[in-house]
């Protein structure tokens, strides 16, 4: 029996689904209850998708023959691709990072009277959300890294 998926395919299929989750993750922190309700981080979104379609595209082009100057462009783009996929998912990192690090401070590191009012249980589970958010979108990054160095079609 032929296995159709290699491990660089197993790879970016883990990076969709990383990436999805992350996004699901991010839109519920934004549009739940708590300190970061409303609170749109710019490219978040953009980002995390267009990581998703990188990996489907990868996923569709292992699929392909791969002989001629069609073969040899397909290679050059999915290379392309296999760099652009943690890019998307460090700059998602970055921007959510740099938009929740003061509500993090705020919420986790204010002093005793302010964190009484602050740190509602409301507003702890928006922090502990956008944390696991950028765990998500982390993980996804250093996947896509990993899966630059294996190859998409199974060797014979």
Avoid: Q, W
């Amino acid at each position: 029996m032929k296995k159709l998926l290699s491990v660089g395919n197993i790879i970016a299929c883990l990076c969709f689904i990383l990436s999805l989750v992350g996004l699901i993750l991010y839109v519920a922190n934004v549009n739940g209850d708590g300190f970061f309700k409303g609170h749109n981080v710019d490219g978040v979104i953009a980002y995390c998708v267009l990581a998703m379609v990188f990996s489907l595209l990868i996923i569709a082009a292992s699929f392909l023959p791969r002989n001629g100057i069609v073969g040899k462009i397909v290679d050059i783009v999915v290379m392309v691709l296999k760099v652009l996929i943690p890019v998307m998912m460090f700059l998602a990192v970055m921007a959510l990072t740099a938009e929740r690090v003061a509500g993090f401070g705020y919420i986790f590191f204010s002093n005793e009277d302010v964190r009484k009012e602050v740190a509602t249980p409301a507003n702890l589970a928006s922090a502990y959300l956008a944390i696991t958010t950028l765990v998500f979108d982390g993980i996804a990054a250093v996947a896509g890294i990993v899966g630059s160095f294996f190859l998409l079609k199974k060797e014979d």
